[in-house]
């Protein structure tokens, strides 16, 4: 029992002084960590190479030429919105080490290799928790390249690229490949090639982001279990490109006045595109190859095509939709029938059937190939005429008669009201 009573104490004397020892070690590491301080006329990358890792670099406002090699955890700061400009070449800052943080600076003038991928900021594998906040990113080729990093912050930044370059001349805004765990968050992306570009990428969130003026706002494939929620794309060729994906959430996101797609959905299965707005485009849902996916709630509504659906496209679960003055609402290719709304059904606003029990349901089902959808595409200026009395009996007439019937897509429940009650507001975004 005393020996027992020795080795009990001596334990616990060593787990104190174990603990005090660690307690120590982390107040001089506070206390060492220290702020250097860049005027202007000073090299910043003086000062990195001055630092020891967890200092902070202040720079002061001022115009700053360098190309900055980050190689040790470091606080970046900007005092007044300092510009840091890499002269053309190469990467105006390279960041090499984990746990780098970048804030409240301009960068700006990247090089232009394209092969080398010269970026305003690039984050090279192995770079992880690295945080880019509040900054502008302007005239560089690619905004952000990051690469083989996990939990990497890129929030509330305005990036612009070369707009005096050709459009496949240009980077993109934010380049994601083999990353796990990034926030892309709040920024404001225009004039690359793309806005976010994400490849073999998962477990991210891209959140309250406004894309503007690129080909794709969000060019994405081979990227699983992501969320995309309450981003704005706009006035680009395609809004969001979803594809070769799985196990995604695509809610609430805004995608108006593009030139071709709001949204692609190609080869994806198992997501849910839930509560978006898609208004304005050339075709406003682009259905490829999509299979065990959720569409609920969505606003589709003053497109040229509200919906393309093709390449064997089933088993989706199409519930809740309001497809409104859409020119043509689906346009549909393929050999048999596909329900949609088989549960509670979606509204269609030039469906012409009847509610005589009042209980907000069609009486007879909606289809929306029908001859006279087959006539606007082979005469598209009968377009001038959908909604005549004229069509909307042709209309009528065709449902008795299955010999005119194509293949379509067939709710079964087509609500007599739209779900959405601001519909109004979506109308006329195309883009001029």
Same mark, same amino acid.
């Given at each position: ?171 993109? #805004? *934010?380049? &994601? ?6 926030? %892309?968050? /709040? @920024?404001?992306?225009?004039?690359? +090639?793309? $806005? ?65 797609? #709001? *949204?692609? &959905? ?6 849910? %595109?839930? /509560? @978006?707005?898609?208004?304005?485009? +050339?075709? $406003? ?148």
């Amino acid at each position: 029992m005393p020996a027992l009573k020795h080795f009990s104490a001596g334990l616990a004397l060593a787990v104190r002084t174990t603990a005090l020892l660690f307690a120590s070690l982390l107040v001089a590491g506070v206390a060492a960590a220290a702020e250097i301080r860049v005027h202007p006329g000073d090299s910043i990358s003086a000062a990195v190479a001055r630092a020891k890792p967890g200092d902070t670099v202040a720079i002061e406002r001022g115009r700053y030429q360098d190309n900055l090699r980050i190689d040790k955890p470091l606080k970046l700061v900007g005092i007044d919105r300092p510009t840091i400009s890499g002269g053309l070449a190469g990467d105006t800052i390279r960041i090499v080490s984990p746990d780098v943080s970048v804030e409240g600076l301009i960068v700006t003038d990247s090089g232009d290799n394209l092969t080398e991928q010269n970026a305003g900021i690039y984050i090279q594998p192995g770079s992880d928790r690295a945080a880019i906040k509040h900054c502008d990113i302007a005239y560089s080729l690619f905004g952000l390249w990051i690469e083989g990093v996990k939990d990497v912050q890129v929030i509330g930044n305005r990036i612009t690229g070369k707009r005096d370059h050709a459009s496949a001349q240009r980077g993109n #805004g *934010i380049q &994601l490949y083999n990353t796990t765990g990034a926030q %892309i968050i /709040g @920024n404001e992306i225009s004039f690359a +090639r793309d $806005g976010i570009y994400v490849d073999v990428s998962y477990h991210a969130i891209f959140r309250g982001n406004k894309i503007h003026d690129v080909r794709y706002g969000t060019h994405y494939m081979n990227s699983h279990f992501n969320t995309w929620e309450d981003n704005e794309s706009y006035h680009n060729r395609n809004g969001l490109a979803l594809m070769m994906t799985r196990n995604l959430i695509v809610r609430n996101n805004r995608t108006w006045g593009n030139s071709d797609v #709001g *949204i692609m &959905l190609r080869t994806i299965q198992d997501s849910v %595109i839930e /509560g @978006n707005v898609v208004a304005g485009n +050339r075709r $406003g849902f682009f259905i490829y190859d999509a299979e065990y996916n959720a569409l609920h709630n969505n606003l589709i509504i003053d497109n040229d095509v509200g919906a393309h659906v093709w390449a064997g496209s089933i088993h989706n679960e199409v519930e809740g939709n309001d497809f409104i003055r859409n020119r043509e609402q689906v346009r549909y290719v393929a050999a048999k029938d596909v329900p949609w709304g088989v549960k509670t059904g979606n509204y269609w606003s030039n469906y012409v059937g009847w509610d005589r029990d009042g209980n907000g349901i069609g009486d007879v089902p909606y289809e929306a190939n029908d001859v006279v959808d087959r006539l606007v595409w082979r005469l598209p200026v009968v377009k001038l005429l959908l909604n005549s009395p004229a069509i909307q009996t042709l209309r009528l007439i065709a449902q008795q008669f299955p010999l005119l019937r194509s293949p379509s897509i067939v709710d079964g429940k087509p609500h007599m009201q739209p779900t959405h009650s601001n519909w109004s507001q979506w109308i006329g975004k195309q883009s001029n």
